[in-house]
């Protein structure tokens, strides 16, 4: 079952990168024509009320949303924040092999940054405990912090740059003496300083298309996750124009998870999706 | 069974904040002369034999350790990602009923940062789901992604400005067009934009004495939680030299926690909760 207006996409143009979660990424892209990473964000209190009365209601609504949507996903996206409020690690474990038994490439978005010796721990939970194929990290704390999870050379490694809240601005635009903003500054560091294990990507809010044609200015063909269309008004077409160029993973959660909480919600769901790839893929040339 | 040498501390002149951690925090520091917090960073590798063998070994250990500390620490600071590598968050939400059970302060070090609807997840975890008094948050993504933990207005929030490793200076020196640089920038926001519910803190490396006397000018009396002295080599006399003049909650993990790796761990790891907190009482006037 597929797929987008092939005829102006450039998935064949897929480079292959020898870093096992984008070659795993670029392969699903391009053979089921499509950039779209679907998050899952459970929030209980948006659930129908038959998946909310159940045993298992997070594992129960992501399995039923991976099920509606594993032809139009290059990927999905747990976002750790809703696990943790829930005391949820089990559903989000059950989660994540449920992902990794169909073989479709996983990111962890936990945002983590801290030091050396504890950011070590944070790899081992990304990657060892629950077997992520990739997480997003914070890069505050500068290399040492990063390095733990920069050495797992497989795994791709999503650096915060410029996220896509209004004020991410209050820090990542700050202006530094020769003229570069912060997340400018970030996007070099990661390209020139950060990336010797070809495993760095960055996280680019699809909110600030301007912002976003920068990065790929600085990156090369670095790949972005895009999180911000959908429920938070990124603008797919603007945003795709500005990022193409390199590796995209253009992610959408709360829009897709929560189209209906009606009966029909996997059904919803998955026509939300399948309109999101298809516009994605209209812009994607 | 007390104390640190009362004649040459200002304890006394602890000024009462009207936040409820924060209070809880100064009037501990006070009764009991320590600024001294223990970082609980569980790491069963290096736990006893039995304590390894124990059917709740983090829990164990943790237990072991604030029985034997509880008069010598203002507070304790439970590292999230051990407790997230070891798939141990019962043993973690068991730790800090402990804690509270005592009536002591506790300050979760999570280091979250995220877009605001997450955030509020974030938030809940903290102060709903572990029922911490504090917690550690990255300013990286602006005021929006740290508003729900300052909607919090009883906790304390610590925000990252300074950390102890020696990379944070690859972001956190970078110099801004008016010369400032981005910790000092942090400061200052923390100090005038984001500090409405009088609960923001700051944490400062103990590693950079000159840094934090300069974040000690930029916020006045703001509470400062200083990690790394102990095992990560920062001075206790430069840093709190350069740290007076408001709160001060001084931080110790691994040099206290495996003082010893035989059965007399317990008792090792009180002797040197003992001579930090009176190394730092030395110098603290």
Not at 60 to 76: E, H, W
Not at 137 to 152: C, K, T, V
Not at 224 to 242: H, T
């Amino acid at each position: 079952m597929c797929c987008g207006p092939s005829e102006v996409s450039h998935f064949k143009e897929i480079i292959i990168s020898n870093n096992q979660f984008f070659d795993a990424i670029t392969t699903r892209q391009s053979e089921l024509e499509t950039l779209l990473c679907v998050g899952l964000d459970p929030d209980p209190a948006r659930f129908p009320p038959a998946v909310r009365k159940d045993k298992e209601p997070i594992f129960t609504f992501n399995k039923a949303m991976i099920d509606a949507t594993s032809d139009l996903a290059c990927c999905y996206k747990p976002q750790f924040a809703f696990y943790a409020a829930n005391a949820a690690e089990q559903e989000l474990e059950k989660t994540i092999a449920y992902v990794r038994d169909l073989g479709i490439p996983l990111i962890l978005d936990a945002k983590r940054g801290d030091v050396g010796s504890t950011a070590e721990n944070y790899a081992t939970e990304a990657f060892e405990r629950y077997g992520a194929d990739a997480v997003t990290i914070n890069p505050y704390m500068g290399l040492d912090a990063m390095q733990p999870f920069l050495a797992y050379a497989e795994k791709g490694i999503f650096v915060l740059c410029r996220t896509s809240n209004p004020g991410g601005a209050d820090i990542q635009n700050l202006v530094m003496e020769d003229g570069e903003q912060l997340y400018e500054r970030v996007a070099g560091l990661a390209t020139q300083n950060w990336n010797s294990n070809n495993n760095v990507a960055l996280v680019v809010g699809a909110t600030q298309p301007g912002e976003l044609a920068r990065v790929r200015e600085i990156t090369g063909d670095m790949t972005f996750l895009l999180p911000g269309i959908g429920a938070q008004g990124g603008d797919i077409e603007a945003s795709i124009k500005a990022g193409q160029g390199g590796g995209l993973i253009v992610s959408s959660s709360r829009a897709i998870l929560y189209a209906s909480s009606g009966e029909d919600f996997a059904e919803a769901a998955r026509q939300v999706a399948q309109s999101t790839r298809d516009a994605i893929n209209q812009h994607y040339k």
